[in-house]
């Protein structure tokens, strides 16, 4: 039932409808993407929808960030918040929807960003946000053994709830 929602919820991906509910075409293709490129990621799709719907998130997490690398697409960006919310990730979760809303908000329906920035806050309860002060610029910063930036940062980094 999580597949159908996922699939349905975001439906015109490539040009081509994968579920009977259309929503908003996705945006060009990137000027630099090949034809060959455009079928690589028309497969990595295909083959992240199909994992997903076998239940193997992960996976369908590296077909979609791949694809979405070749030719980004609002649909790959909220399907790949889908699988990281799927893996019980949930501040990358809330970072990719964060993303879909600042990429692509502006071509999306209202109820759509609603639907969006509704995610978002319910993610926000099941995280929490660490805020780093460095004195040393160019500094890396890494949380969890995973590198989030140089200083100074930005803002505050978004982390799953435990320790750290």
């Known amino acids: 039932m999580r597949a159908r929602s ?4 975001f439906a015109i991906v490539f040009g081509r409808v994968v579920a ?7 945006p060009p293709a990137p000027t630099g993407a090949s034809p060959a490129d455009l079928a690589a990621a028309k497969k990595l799709f295909a083959t992240g929808l199909k994992l997903y719907n ?3 998130f992960r996976e369908a997490l590296s077909a979609f960030v791949k694809a979405n ?30 993303t879909l809303l ?18 978002i806050d319910e993610l926000a309860t099941l995280t929490g946000t660490i805020r780093i002060a460095v004195a040393e610029p160019g500094a890396t910063v890494a949380l969890d053994d995973q590198d ?5 940062l930005t803002g505050p980094l978004r982390a799953n709830l435990g320790t750290h």
């Open 102 to 119: 600042a990429k692509y908000g502006a071509s999306m329906s209202a109820a759509d960003k609603r639907s969006i920035q509704h995610a």
């Open 69 to 98: 690398a070749v030719a980004p697409r609002a649909s790959l960006q909220r399907n790949i918040a889908q699988c990281h919310r799927d893996l019980k990730d949930f501040a990358s979760a809330y970072d990719a929807y964060q």
């Open 6 to 9: 996922l699939v349905a919820a």
């Open 20 to 26: 009977p509910t259309p929503v908003l075409a996705a």
């Open 54 to 56: 076998e239940g193997s």
């Open 148 to 152: 989030v930036g140089t200083t100074p």
